[in-house]
């Protein structure tokens, strides 16, 4: 299973952007990138997915590496209500059992 | 409000009994999973579902057991086989099984 590896922890400024870098460096050609986060002591929810282009939502952007082996999740302005783990996910939908397996992920801190 | 609901928030029982925590979803969503989250780790997959009456084992699907009569209900039975129960549990959902995951509250377990 392709795996993806992210900083334990980073730290942002309320209202300046946050980069988040994730690396997965053995990623295959049908693994979709998704973007999930945990709120202290709440499920995880949805940010992102994407293949192979940028994507951009209301929550955030995607921007995936040409080569495809790192992707950065975008928070183009910090609130505190951001502050949470963000888990870095590679999904092979072709693949019918292969599920979500979250690791550790980044917990992002924002301060005021 | 369409989501998806776990309960109880906290459930507290005594070592070496049976324990069975709900989950219920109203998205007409055909898969439904379970997950266990252990303090300061990302999640492991217990069961999951595709579809009524059809279940599959997760990577950590010792010790537990799941039901899917209905399209809307996936209970949990953590039994006395699994050694370490106490942790948080996370239930999720989704249109087909390699969608966009939604996830409940969480029942926190503690086994005392």
């Known amino acids: 299973d392709a795996k993806t590896t992210q900083p334990n922890s980073m730290e942002s400024n309320e209202e300046e952007p946050v980069h988040l870098p994730c690396n997965h460096s053995?990623?295959?050609?049908?693994?979709?990138i998704h973007w999930y986060r945990q709120l202290p002591s709440q499920g995880p929810e949805y940010v992102i997915h994407g293949l192979t282009s940028n994507v951009n939502n209301r929550m955030a952007s995607l921007a995936i590496a040409e080569d495809r082996k790192s992707s950065t999740l975008i928070l183009h302005r910090a609130t505190l209500r951001d502050a949470a783990v963000y888990y870095c996910i590679l999904r092979d939908v072709q693949n019918a059992g292969n599920m979500l397996t979250f690791g550790g992920g980044t917990r992002l801190m924002v301060k005021p | 409000d369409g989501g998806i609901t776990q309960s109880p928030k906290y459930l507290f029982r005594k070592e070496g009994q049976n324990v069975t925590l709900s989950c219920e979803q109203n998205?007409?969503?055909?898969?439904m999973y379970w997950y266990r989250q252990d303090p300061g780790q990302g999640l492991r997959l217990i069961y999951y579902s595709q579809i009524v009456n059809d279940f599959q084992k997760g990577d950590i699907a010792e010790g537990y057991s799941v039901s899917r009569e209905k399209k809307e209900s996936f209970p949990l039975t953590v039994t006395s086989a699994q050694k370490n129960p106490t942790a948080f549990y996370l239930c999720?959902?989704?249109?087909?099984?390699?969608?966009?995951?939604?996830f409940g509250p969480g029942t926190r377990l503690t086994v005392l």
């Open positions: 999720a959902s989704s249109i087909l099984l390699h969608n966009e995951q939604f």
């Open positions: 053995t990623i295959s050609g049908t693994d979709y």
């Open positions: 998205l007409n969503h055909d898969a």
